[in-house]
């Protein structure tokens, strides 16, 4: 299925108040240029990590109290396991966070050398229960469709993936998982995304989307490794972006939110690390920015993908022949094992939704899964494998992303219209403002990999700007 599997991906106290006092970590080299990066994600903290290395004066601000963003890991629900909230998988075509993690000592577990080789993938279609590529059966004509319809990019952009997937469909339970293949994989319902990116997707020949690797220890292995390379001395929580200007000689200002009066300084460069959903909600009037570039950050689509991490006392889907992963187009969603490569006995399904199921998924931002949640869940895990559901264990938990503060969403996607208009200016820096996320990195929008890819390219930008080697 080339390009479409994937699941990933799919952050200071009152000192601030007096004027951003971040102290530099000590013995660092301090150079002329003043840099801000707002957002202390992956994106961020990659991109500070590499202008800390090239000797300038970073300071990183977070508005949540915690760092990392959507690449966020807790104590799993079975003794010594992790679960992922946010991103969780990397697949062998993702160089840049693959290098990174080379770079700083940070491990990946092959995901293909401890699975199962007498367990297999699921889909749950329609009410019927079937292997998964049995489900995409007929799915040459519908790349067949996305090569030939690509011919007129702009009519495709206009048109809606749900639309398009109807006609191009031979099936109606090829139709059936396309659907539940956009609102998990994009996060979005396909009447509200764009068939352009759709079409590409399935037209592209990309045999690294194989979601093959997991960060061993999980993501904060690699959020904690990069702070270290940082100096968390360089690091403020809990401080939110108020608003950006620019001064008379168009250097840029950024305010922010903290107790007391907003605290505001001058950089030489500011990067913006957070998601466009929460960036519009700052005060921009003042920074000069292009229309386009207001546009973009006023209407690019954010997906409503929900997390939901079911644990069991055993792995009891294996004696069924069942590898843990299904796409169903019930509220189930997505499912994997989260547990596949750890130890013990006991194990974790997740299940990922998107568009209108995941939005209305019950439950807090993330907290306790509600009683009514996982019964809904292990009733239709039932359905996929005989005995699974009996075998489950307390202790679920949900991640309802729309209702988290400083994302507002599971990361971004192109709606309807947008592939060719607002797609281009998401990225590009403007004056003394920089741009990074996932929401800016083209065809690794939504993964891991595009946090870390934009991360660095902001760098370089920022890099060259300070004509610096």
Known sequence: MGGLTRHGLLGAGAALAAGLTIAPRAGAARASGRVAVIGAGLAGLTCAHRLVAAGLSVDVVEARERIGGRAWTEAGPVPGQVSENGGELVDSGHQAIRALCRELGVGL?????????????RALLRGRLSGLDAAFAGLGAVEAAAARDLARPRALDRLDAGTWIDRASPSPRLRAALRALVEGEYGAAPERMSALVLARDLDADDPGADERFRIRGGTRTLVDALVARVGSGRIATGIALAGIRRTAAGRPVVALASPGPAARRTYDRVV??????????????????????????RELGMGTNAKVILPFRRRAWIDDGWDGEALSDTALGWTWDGSLGQPGRGGFLVSFTGGRAGALTPGPDHGPAPARLVRDRLRVIGEVADGVAAAAAPGARVNVWTRDPWSLGSYSFLAVGQATTIAAACAPPEGPWHFCGEHTAGRFRGYMEGAVASGERAAREVLAALARP
Request: glycine share 8%.
């Open 109 to 121: 577990v092959d995901l293909e050398a401890v699975g199962s080789d007498d367990a297999a993938p």
């Open 272 to 297: 913006l690390a957070l998601p466009f959903t929460t960036l519009r909600r700052a005060d921009l009037r003042g920074a000069g920015l292009s229309a386009a570039k207001l546009r973009a950050i």
